[in-house]
């Protein structure tokens, strides 16, 4: 396994279409979380899963943002009807084990940079 | 609330000392993490403190946490052209499980 995945790497779109973005984490990792990072700023939390199970959103996720994790492996983020102010580095994150390790570490893709003109 | 604060430019001689600070506020923080950002790449843990020590040395790298005052910092020493990227404080509230993290420290190394 050579690491958290992530398709494309770039999309370009014109506001008003949908988008969705593919991440594949490292393959023994049960939790995954998405964030959002734009220019000049840290990343910020946007969900998580342990497994299947979506545990948290941040208020961040409008309801035109859903992300799936439908077999705890794999998992998708949709944008319906994107907006200029959606154009960002989205980017996903997996961690292992119940405990997650002893220290936690996240494990980031390189991301997918969506612009949406 | 949650929050992580970072200075967002540092600039250095190569061979110098340099040292990124960070301040948190929750205090029920367990873990504070060091990540580097390259251009055009992905995160990459450099470092990481549990909340309990107080210093931790991993080869050029020394982090400093003073967890009455809430503040971190990271030191590299004999800093390289190769150092040069965006260092972000993150902090890893266990309750919630999601990192909390700082704007990021542009580091600039001059040869």
């Known amino acids: 396994d050579t690491g958290v995945s992530q398709d494309p790497r770039h999309k370009i779109t014109k506001r008003g279409q949908n988008v969705t973005f593919r991440c594949d984490p490292i393959?023994?990792?049960?939790?995954l979380y998405w964030y959002r990072q734009t220019l000049g700023q840290g990343p910020e939390f946007l969900t998580y899963?342990?497994?299947?199970?979506?545990?948290?959103k941040s208020r961040l996720l409008s309801d035109r943002f859903s992300a799936e994790r439908p077999k705890g492996s794999f998992s998708t983020l949709e944008i319906q009807r994107t907006e200029q102010g959606d154009s960002a580095m989205y980017l996903c994150?997996?961690?292992?084990?119940?405990?997650?390790?002893?220290?936690?570490?996240?494990?980031f893709g390189p991301g997918t940079r969506l612009t949406v003109l | 609330g949650e929050d992580v604060e970072q200075s967002l430019f540092l600039s250095v001689r190569e061979g110098d000392s340099s040292v990124i600070n960070c301040t948190y506020t929750?205090?029920?923080?367990?873990?504070l993490y060091w990540y580097k950002q390259e251009p055009g790449a992905g995160l990459q843990l450099l470092t990481y403190?549990?909340?309990n020590m107080d210093m931790k040395q991993d080869q050029r790298l020394t982090v400093l946490l003073n967890k009455k005052d809430k503040h971190l910092s990271l030191r590299i020493a004999d800093t390289q052209t190769g150092d040069s990227a965006i260092y972000f404080c993150?902090?890893?509230?266990?309750?919630?499980?999601?990192?909390?993290w700082g704007l990021g420290t542009s580091l600039a190394v001059n040869p």
């Open positions: 994150a997996s961690s292992g084990g119940l405990g997650g390790g002893p220290y936690n570490e996240q494990f």
């Open positions: 403190i549990f909340s």
């Open positions: 899963f342990q497994n299947e199970a979506q545990l948290e």
């Open positions: 393959s023994e990792h049960n939790r």
């Open positions: 929750d205090s029920s923080s367990t873990y």
């Open positions: 993150a902090e890893y509230a266990g309750n919630n499980r999601k990192l909390i």
